[in-house]
């Protein structure tokens, strides 16, 4: 069974800084994909930041030049550095893998952090 575990998420001023971690724990053969995704208030959720499966990154637009994602794949563990942050980046943070393990291929989801931008 793999799990992800988020952490880093907070309350901080307009400008501020966040820095989220997600570690990977469990019996994974290969990762697919990895990154985060975000749900706001009365938002769907959507792709903030994400390892490809070709090793390129994909951000959205509204983070590009703020936000940067990196990885420490000796620790299977995820970072998204935030950097001046927005009010509308108030949202929910959501850790994602896709990858092989023992059954096959799955995908996972992180519990969630919360992170509120206050303007």
């Known amino acids: 069974q793999v799990q992800l575990v988020e952490s880093g998420g907070g309350l901080v001023q307009a400008g501020g800084s966040l820095r989220l971690s997600c570690a990977a724990s469990g019996s994974i053969y290969s990762i697919n994909r990895n990154g985060w995704y975000r749900q706001g208030p009365g938002k769907q959720r959507e792709l903030v930041a994400l390892f490809t499966s070709d090793g390129n990154i994909n951000y959205a637009d509204s983070v590009k030049g703020r936000f940067t994602i990196s990885r420490d794949n000796a620790k299977n563990t995820v970072y998204l550095q935030m950097n001046s942050l927005k009010p509308e980046d108030t949202a929910v943070y959501y850790c994602?893998?896709?990858?092989?393990?023992?059954?096959?291929?799955?995908?996972?989801w992180g519990q969630g952090t919360q992170v509120t931008v206050s303007s």
């Open positions: 994602y893998l896709d990858g092989a393990v023992a059954v096959g291929w799955r995908a996972y």
